[in-house]
């Protein structure tokens, strides 16, 4: 299965040196997570979204005038977490895991008007674990832990639009996206699988 994914990728990413293609040009984005992961709620805790950066450089080329093909490098920072009170106790509980993550988005642009270009994108993604942690806070006191039974690739689908905004030499991008994860990110072999939600908003500049 890994060595499928990542064949996938390979391919769709020699497709952009393809002679004949235009490249648009490189460029860098940074922005803030809002994740969430599926079927971890049980009688005691109940986790909820947990923000987080992501950070990334992209390189865009043009297929048709309408049509181009997006690959990006991305670190980005997912988990859950909860807090609360019990007996006067302040807690809070991160389950953090870092991914760098390649997409490769099939990007559809709008008719611009004056100097904006609406856009629309779509398109799978490989996670690559960097590194899986728990991190318990009791009255400002935090221990962190490494987990070990979290799988170490991630495999999905990512959705979204933006708005690219020409500037100077380039272009001024602010886009957002939903990423559907398909891949159960515990390797416990639970009932019910384990899969990543994120919605992410970036801005960045394409040179």
Not at 21 to 31: P, R, S, T, V
Not at 120 to 137: C, H
Not at 166 to 190: P, Q
Request: glycine fraction near 10%.
């Amino acid at each position: 299965m890994k060595r499928t994914i990542i064949s996938v990728f390979g391919l769709l990413l020699l497709a952009v040196t393809v002679p004949g293609l235009h490249a648009e040009g490189l460029g860098i984005k940074a922005g803030i997570n809002i994740s969430d992961l599926t079927n971890l709620e049980n009688e005691y805790i109940e986790m909820g979204t947990k923000s987080g950066l992501a950070v990334g450089v992209f390189y865009c080329v043009d297929i048709t005038d309408e049509f181009s093909i997006q690959p990006e490098m991305n670190y980005t920072m997912k988990g859950v977490r909860d807090s609360g009170v019990t007996d006067g106790n302040d807690w809070a509980l991160n389950f953090n895991i870092d991914y760098l993550e390649f997409p490769v988005l099939v990007k559809y642009r709008f008719p611009s008007f004056g100097k904006f270009e609406p856009n629309l994108f779509a398109g799978p993604y490989l996670g690559i674990k960097l590194s899986a942690k728990t991190k318990v806070t009791l009255n400002e006191e935090s221990v962190s832990e490494d987990v070990e039974d979290i799988r170490s690739t991630d495999f999905g689908v990512v959705i979204g639009g933006g708005l690219d905004f020409e500037l100077w030499s380039g272009h001024l991008i602010l886009d957002a996206r939903y990423a559907y994860g398909l891949v159960d990110v515990s390797t416990e072999g639970m009932e019910k699988k384990t899969l990543h939600r994120v919605f992410t908003v970036m801005l960045g500049y394409r040179f």
